[in-house]
């Protein structure tokens, strides 16, 4: 689509909702081809430029969108006012390129709603105590979105991004995966942290902890898409969703002594570089020694070998290595909470389909499994037939 | 010059004037293109979207001019802080698009020049007292520059344009036009209305104001330019420069009624199509009628010839008629004050160069006339030779 053309397709999403009755503030994030040109004239001035020039640099994309977005609205006839972060109260910590929303000082956007006008926020973007530009850093026009639906305490808060819905696997790859009309706020995080980037999770923290309904949905196709909501306003399914990671790197140290105080040795040295770490496996020490693996993401892994290269050069370990070539498979579901056997089942499914397991992970709402990347696309379709097509 | 290159241009300009032990402040305006482009989405979406949403648009390209230089700056490893217009204090009228400055709060610019930061701000634009985003309209950043001396008393406010300093002449058009090394506010105001636009006649007019010392010099070149002082602090030359507006169109109504409050009706209905008349020529009254002839500028001779067609056609004017086939020459020079003989000096090199005057007018400073368009690059010239080249 053109831009304009895009812009308009915003546009009369906003007015429709308006024109059923409803106060209606949206908030906007940069045109991602902005941000780019923006980011591109930075790099080839500074690339070290300092972070509260970047945020000031960048803020700039959300408000040439408010503006826009609020000139096709007075196009289609409408009364509209944009707001830049601070005009909507944003008020943030001082990190620059990743604050934090201290808090929403909604009178401006209340004093545009009593005018019955539609309100354009600038997402992504406030101020800090000394006045100066913040940006949220990643997904944070949702988290803006978020933030001002929990202030004002709207009645849905709602997303559109180039998805229809939460699915319950990837729908580009396994034909059967359906929409799901809803998802606790707990499903929706391990979904987002399992690589279904659907939503940002500090939007759906947000929601959580302020308990804003949250519906995900296409801006194209406009259907209904999935709400996210608390578990008790909903229907328990025993799984919700299987997701696949392929940005994962799997690090091995081999033969360490086994003696106590090895975990915190190793992962006190990981933590110091910054480095999450997802799933961990510690064998039973024999001769002596024991072996831990654990996952990072996957740009991480070499980080992580390099952390690690002292202390196991000190501790004589036989080896320490990393690959990429593997994939985490979830399912997630608040059903499984009160459900035994889910993971059995899990299991079952990949052991008919002859998938090697490599480690296994548990919460109470997820299991996820460690596999060769090679098995990763068979390993999602054998775990939705399993629980969704029987 | 590449984008980055007149950035890093300007940002050397900026830390040699700092190095030199001066607390900087520097002013800059948006990119061309950057707003061209800017226009260009709202022309798509919206060609007749509001004043407000314009200017939160356009003040976007302040946003990225004042980020991208800081970053050079800090680039060449100088202290420096960005502020937008609202951060730096500018409070304007609340009249979108063509705001003025009431006052600029210069604490936050007073407290980083404390910390010795180089302070970069966005020209052009403030906030009303609805706290929304306003434009100053044309010449903007010449006059939020002009604003902040005033307010700082600033030893010197230097404006970087694309010429080296105020001329005699055009130096295209006259190779022996030379560029004056001062000028007084009232001269360089009159060679701003006529066509010389070098600076703004608003910043000229703010800085006659507040006392405020200008001077006019080139980015590129970066040799002295013009100082624009007070008059007193200057010697005298009778005349500083000569100018050419070749914008202007002539407007005539031929026989009116030679009675009482003519030119009140005429220019009563010009001013209600918020016209601006120049220059005024009245006949003598004959046979009961008179010709009143007037200029204004040159996208404005098709209206004024609308705007008295009524009036025309009431008292039965012989004819009503616009041409843009003049042009305005035109002598400054606050010496002339104390000299007689300015005007017949000009006459007389147009007599000599047999170039018809078809009008004249006169200030203090200045003498203008006005002559065939075709005649108006060798009327320069002979001025030029008669005042400069002697």
Known sequence: MADA????????????????????????????????????????????????????????????????????????????????????????????????????????????????????????????????????GRGGSDTSAVAIAASMHADLCQIFTDVEGVYTADPRKIPAAFKLEEITYDEMLELATLGAQVLNNRSVEMAKKYNVELEVLSSLTRKPGTKVKEAAKMEKMLVKSVAKDSHVARVSIIGVPDEPGIAFKIFSRVAKAHINVDIILQSIGRDGTKDITFTVPDDKGKEAVTALQEYADMVGAKNLSYTTDVAKISVVGAGMETHEGVAAMMFEALADANINIQMISTSEIKVSVLIAAEDADRAVSAVHRAFFEM
């Open 5 to 136: 053309e895009r812009v308009f397709n915003v546009a009369r999403i906003v007015t429709d909702t308006y024109k059923e009755g409803n106060d209606v503030v949206v908030v906007v994030s940069a045109q991602g081809d902005t941000t780019d040109d923006l980011i591109e004239k930075a790099n080839e001035i500074n690339p070290e430029g300092s972070k509260r020039e970047m945020d000031m640099l960048l803020s700039a994309g959300e408000q040439i969108s408010i503006s826009l977005l609020a000139m096709a609205i007075e196009k289609l006839g409408f009364p509209v006012v944009s707001l830049l972060g601070w005009q909507a109260g944003f008020q943030t910590s001082s990190v620059y390129s990743a604050a934090r929303i201290k808090r929403v000082n909604t009178e401006r956007i209340r004093a545009a709603l009593d005018k019955r006008r539609i309100v354009v926020v600038a997402g992504f973007q406030g101020i800090n105590r000394y006045e100066d530009i913040t940006t949220l």
